[in-house]
Each structure stands twice: as structure tokens, then as C-alpha cells.
């Protein structure tokens, strides 16, 4: 099956900072979800993005699936955006999960 | 707009006992349902998928079983539960299209499973 790798595993940021969460995935898929789980397990859809880039307030997400990879962007960021960031890839008939990046901001 | 509701949120259950986990949609129609489980150390399961009414598909073979009596209600059960059954459990849609997962999936707040 489609393998998911996410990196990196553990970032954290100060309040305000921007970072660059990255997926890759091993071969060609149909489409691409990002998903952010708070710190109460709530799972939330943030992007559906089998190619090029699309943005939310201060997130943006940029997907090459020529090239494998998709890419999570998050400016100023908040204490609000903590959590852990999911991708999740499908294939033929799965879709295939990462295993994520827990992102805490501090104050 | 859609909405997912799934109850309840906690659960504590002793070993041997049933279980039956609740899931409806809001505000669509025919859409694919899924339950997943996820684990201490963030990987998700998908334990069921159903495309329609009384129509489940089980990816793992388990202690589990799912059903769908109606088109908007996703209901998963246990006759007797196993401690390995703990865990987060989450309920989740997407519109039904050509394909699979060809449509955002959204998921509902959870149920954290303790089997004690």
C-alpha cells in the first residue's frame, strides 16, 4: 500500500511564529487531506487538495502530486493551532493516513 | 450545513460487557459513513465503511460490528467487550461520489472508550 510520511514528528513554536509541515507520499494518488486534531481529540477537516494550493485565513496548502509531496503552511501562529496535524492520501480504494505532527505554540 | 453528532463522549465499560456507539448525519443525504479507531500514538483505523443503507464493509476482523438502519445513522456494537477494545472511536462522512474518499471526510467529536 500507499506509504505516508509526515515531518516533522514534534514542533514547537513560539505565538506568532510561521512553520512548514510536510507530507510525502510513496506513490501517485487521487487526492490529499489535511486535518488538524485538537487537543480534545476533535478531528477537523482543513483542506481537501489532490493538487496545486489553496488557502484558509492563515493556513495554506500546497499539494504536487507529480512530485509526491504536500506541503501545510500556518502563519502567525496561535496557541489555538496546537494540536496534531494529520495528512491522509488515497489511493485505489484507501485512504491511508500519516501518523502526524504534533504541533504545540507557547505563549 | 452538515453536521455530525456521535455519542456518547466517554464510556466505561467492564471487560464481557456489550457496547453500542451512536453516529447520525445532519443535513445530507445518502452519504458514506466510516468508523475509525484511534489508538494511544495517533494512528487511525478504519474498523467500517458503509456506502448505504444496511451495506457495511469491515476492514479488520475484530470483536466489532457495525450497522446502518437508516440512511443517516451509523451504529457500532460489541457483544462483549475485550480490553484491547479501548481506544478513540470516531464517526465520520463524506458525500457520496464516483470513486472512493473522492470527497472531503469529516469527521465527529469521538467517543473515548475505556475497558476496565
Known amino acids: 500500500g500507499i506509504q505516508v510520511e509526515q515531518s516533522p514528528p514534534d514542533l514547537i513554536l513560539q505565538e506568532g511564529a510561521n512553520s512548514t509541515l510536510r507530507c510525502n507520499f510513496s506513490?501517485?494518488?487521487?487526492?490529499l487531506q489535511w486535518f488538524h486534531q485538537n487537543p480534545w481529540g476533535q478531528l477537523i477537516n482543513l483542506f481537501y487538495?489532490?493538487?496545486g494550493t489553496k488557502q484558509n485565513g492563515r493556513l495554506s496548502a500546497t499539494t504536487v502530486a507529480t512530485e509526491r509531496y504536500s506541503l501545510l503552511y500556518i502563519s502567525s501562529s496561535q496557541t489555538t493551532d496546537s494540536g496534531v496535524y494529520f495528512c491522509a492520501v488515497t489511493g485505489s480504494r484507501t485512504l491511508t493516513f500519516g501518523k502526524g505532527t504534533m504541533l504545540l505554540v507557547s505563549p | 450545513s452538515q453536521t455530525i453528532h456521535q455519542w456518547p463522549a466517554t464510556l466505561v465499560q467492564p471487560v464481557g460487557s456489550p457496547l453500542s456507539l451512536e453516529c447520525t448525519v445532519e443535513?445530507?443525504?445518502?452519504?458514506?459513513l466510516y468508523w475509525y479507531r484511534q489508538a494511544a500514538g495517533r494512528g487511525l483505523q478504519l474498523l467500517f465503511y458503509s456506502v448505504g443503507i444496511g451495506q457495511i464493509s469491515s476492514e479488520v476482523p475484530q470483536n466489532l460490528s457495525a450497522s446502518r438502519p437508516q440512511d443517516r445513522q451509523f451504529i457500532l456494537s460489541s457483544k462483549k467487550l475485550l480490553l484491547s477494545d479501548s481506544g478513540f472511536y470516531l464517526c465520520?462522512?463524506?458525500?457520496?461520489?464516483?470513486?472512493?474518499?473522492?470527497?472531503?471526510?469529516?469527521f465527529g467529536n469521538g467517543t473515548r472508550l475505556t475497558v476496565t
Open positions: 443535513g445530507t443525504s445518502n452519504p458514506n
Open positions: 465520520a462522512w463524506s458525500v457520496r461520489v464516483t470513486g472512493f474518499y473522492n470527497s472531503p471526510l469529516h
Open positions: 506513490d501517485s494518488v487521487n487526492n
Open positions: 487538495i489532490p493538487s
